[in-house]
Every structure is written in C-alpha cells, then in structure tokens.
C-alpha cells in the first residue's frame, strides 16, 4: 500500500547534537511538507518542498534544514541552533496542484534532554 | 494571508450526541477547506474537504461540514457520536499558491460514555 513512512517513532537525543529525521512517500507526489505540533499550537510549517533539489521555508525554519535529493525522500535536520526542539514532527505529501488534502505519516516525537 | 480559527480547545459530548466543531477562516476569496482527525500519537487524516459547489459536503466516518461564506464558517457536525472518535480535530485552509494549508490549533473531542 502507498503512503509516508516516518522513522524513528521517537527519538532521543542530547542538547547540542544535530538528528535527522526521516520520511519517505511511495505515493508517486510531487509535494512535501515538514510540521511541527506543539500542544495547543497547532500544527506550524517547517519547510516545504514542491519538486525535487527545490526547498522553501515555512514560519519557523530556523534551526532546521532539509534536502529534497530524490522525489521519495524529504529529511530534516533539526540542528543545535533550534532553541526548543522538543515537539511532535509530521511529514506530508501531496500532489502538487492537486487540492485534494496532504497524506500525512504517523509523525516522529522528538526528546531532546 | 489566510488564517483559521478553532475557538473551543475542548469539547466533551456524551456518546449518541450531536456534535458541532467550529472553525472560522479569514481569506478574501474562496478557499479550500479541510477537516483532519488526530489520534493520540498519530499523524493526521482527512475527513473531507470543500473548493465549490454544495456547501454541506460529506465525510468519512459519518461527519459532513456546511461552508457559510456569510459567516466565513466551516464547522463539522456528526449527528451522533462514538466514543471513537474522541480524538483530535483540526480545521485547514489554503489559498492556493504552493497548495500550503494553515491549520487552526486544534479542538479535543472527549466522549463520556
């Protein structure tokens, strides 16, 4: 069956060290998403991506990045400057110009202590 | 810029009840609509969605959402609920353009039994 594979499903790690997180989509979709979901806030885009070696930012890029190298795979690297990079993390995909709502992973908790 | 708003945080309802979330958006022209549930843990699912024509679109699970263009309103409504659907709730808009959706933070169904 199609759909977006998030690993790991939780993740630890230390203050100061830089973790990458993994998603990957046989949907065939052009488009992908990073959020972030904080209780009561929401879910807030990280960045996005519409075609392959393409990235934009979303509202709260800083102390991420990402790379779009091959159209199945989109990561994110949350690094040492994100100043508060506990939180839930969901990747998306949908076709671009297709309006038909995103698919979304199961999502990746990240601990950082 | 496109905005949504969810104004209950919380809602409980009693199994076999009627349900109303509610959902205001802020954009100029039309815009897409969506419903997503969220179970605890997991990524997101589309309920349904709206971009023209009937204002009372259909759903899975048994929800539908009437767009009010007047009210700049698309709230969800289940005639009668199911202590499974206790779950998380989330309203989404786009403008188009790069098909990114903003979402509101959030509504928290709880159903007594």
């Known amino acids: 069956d199609g759909g977006i594979t998030q690993s790991p499903k939780y993740l630890f790690r230390k203050e100061g060290q830089n973790v990458t997180l993994s998603c990957e989509q046989n949907?065939?979709?052009?488009?992908m998403y990073w959020y972030r979901q904080d209780p009561g806030q929401g879910l807030r885009l990280i960045y996005y991506s519409q075609i392959v070696n393409d990235f934009q930012k979303g509202d709260i890029a800083e102390g991420y990045s990402v790379s779009r190298e091959k159209k199945e795979s989109f990561p994110l690297t949350v690094t040492s400057a994100q100043k508060n990079p506990t939180a839930f993390y969901l990747c998306?995909?949908?076709?671009?110009?297709?309006?038909?709502?995103?698919?979304f992973g199961s999502g990746t908790r990240l601990t950082v202590v | 810029a496109q905005s949504v708003t969810q104004p209950d945080i919380h809602i409980t309802v009693s199994e076999g009840a009627s349900l109303e979330l509610r959902c205001n958006y802020s954009?100029?022209?039309?815009?897409?609509l969506f419903w997503y549930v969220q179970s605890p843990g997991q990524g997101l699912q589309l309920l349904l969605k709206?971009?023209?024509?009937?204002?009372l679109v259909q759903g899975i699970k048994g929800f539908e959402a009437e767009f009010k263009r007047s009210q700049s309103s698309f709230n969800l409504r289940k005639p009668s609920v199911h202590w499974s659907d206790a779950a998380e709730y989330f309203c989404a808009v786009s403008a188009g353009g790069g098909n990114k959706l903003t979402f509101g933070t959030g509504t928290q169904l709880k159903v007594e039994l």
């Open positions: 998306a995909s949908n076709p671009t110009g297709d309006m038909y709502g995103y698919t």
């Open positions: 954009y100029g022209a039309t815009p897409y």
């Open positions: 709206y971009f023209s024509g009937d204002t």
């Open positions: 949907l065939n979709h052009d488009a």
